[in-house]
């Protein structure tokens, strides 16, 4: 999971929104009202296909899962569950881009609190993953640093083995990459180096390469990074092209 900017709402797509709310909340069942405009066809249309697209820009690589960074982002995510908070349904700062595994499997309804009612999942669109979440990347799991990172590791399911390997396989691919980058920019092949960081930028798992970049600038990076690739993390124009 990493840092994700969150594109402003278009004015035209924004205007649609309000009068959906207000459908919502003037309903004696606001959950059922909230399901019901949420599958109506011309709300797919009108709502969901700019909103998707939007969606689709913002996420990592190539219209990656916000959550577990693997599959391709499929469904509008409710942050905060439709049936939870039905006003929230048409709310853009709810919503993000969620793999079906992500949405439909794992998260579902839940959306845990801590005890003074402060959610316990982290939106990688208003904070920073990384300060609740710590990437080991020997193994590619996640170990949690708060609470709200333990929960958002139990709800999305982020170690599950098929995600643990595939960032170990992602790792190899950034090693890779980056020692072929250095090489590149040794020899003055300019192509071969846009090469290396369109295969590093293109790979699902973005938390791998942003985890690395991060690692390189901390005390004890040398105990778990060799010295070559150390040095590129380390590089200024690397890192302008590759900082999320
Ligand atoms: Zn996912």
Request: net charge positive; charged share 25%.
């Amino acid at each position: 999971m990493i840092r994700i900017a969150r594109t402003p709402l278009p004015a035209e797509v924004a205007a649609r929104l309000p009068p959906l709310t207000d459908e919502i909340a003037a309903a004696p069942d606001r959950v059922k009202a909230a399901r019901a405009a949420w599958k109506r066809a011309a709300v797919r249309r009108s709502v969901h296909a700019p909103l998707r697209r939007l969606l689709e820009e913002m996420a990592p690589g190539y219209q990656r899962c916000m959550y577990c960074g693997d599959s391709q982002g499929t469904d509008i995510d409710h942050y905060e569950p439709l049936s939870r908070n039905p006003l929230r349904t048409f709310d853009w700062l709810n919503h993000l881009l969620a793999c079906s595994t992500c949405n439909s499997n794992l998260k579902r309804d839940r959306f845990p609190l801590a005890e003074d009612g402060t959610p316990l999942l982290v939106d990688p669109t208003t904070e920073d993953p990384f300060a609740h979440l710590l990437l080991t990347l020997a193994l590619g799991t996640y170990v949690a640093l708060t609470p709200k990172g333990q929960a958002t590791i139990d709800v999305c399911g982020l170690n599950r083995p098929v995600l643990t390997q595939g960032r170990e396989q992602a790792r190899r691919v950034v090693v890779m990459s980056l020692l072929k980058w250095t090489a590149g920019r040794a020899r003055g092949a300019a192509d071969e180096m846009r090469d290396a960081v369109l295969t590093v930028q293109g790979q699902p798992f973005a938390d791998v390469c942003q985890s690395m970049l991060r690692l390189a600038l901390s005390p004890g990076a040398a105990r778990v990074l060799d010295e070559p690739v150390l040095a590129v993390l380390r590089d200024g124009e690397l890192r302008a092209q590759l900082l999320a």
